[in-house]
């Protein structure tokens, strides 16, 4: 069982990135898929997730608005589109699935992925 993160890089302020996981080695329909990031000295915090219906969509305040998280079922993906980025969204972004419902809580996912790295300049 595999996630795979992709997608990261250096944008500036105010730019965009999509970054996509992908799910190999069991099918992840019936799990929800979260995004979570840890910047440099900080802690791991919760940035978004979707049910496995695809249909419930959770944000964390801080990017509400600006992020978009959806599912691909026949890829097996999750996606994560970043639009109007700001310089403290740079960190390391993890996909996550669990069975918990779209948990905020990273203990609560049983799959990770290794991390995909955003930058932001201003």
């Known amino acids: 069982v595999q996630l795979q993160a992709s997608g990261g890089g250096t944008v500036q302020a105010g730019g965009s990135l999509r970054l996509s996981c992908a799910a190999s080695?069991?099918?992840?329909?019936?799990?929800?898929m979260a995004w979570f990031r840890q910047a440099p000295g900080k802690e791991r915090e919760f940035v978004a997730a979707?049910?496995?219906?695809?249909?419930?969509?959770s944000y964390a305040d801080s990017v509400k608005g600006r992020f978009t998280v959806s599912r691909q079922y026949m890829a097996n993906t999750v996606s994560l589109q970043m639009n109007n980025l700001k310089a403290e969204d740079t960190a390391v972004y993890y996909c996550?699935?669990?069975?918990?419902?779209?948990?905020?809580?990273?203990?609560?996912?049983?799959?990770w992925g290794q991390g995909t790295l955003v930058t932001v300049s201003s």
């Open positions: 979707v049910s496995y219906s695809g249909t419930i969509p």
């Open positions: 996550a699935a669990g069975l918990s419902g779209s948990s905020w809580y990273g203990d609560e996912y049983e799959f």
């Open positions: 080695g069991r099918n992840f329909r019936g799990y929800s």
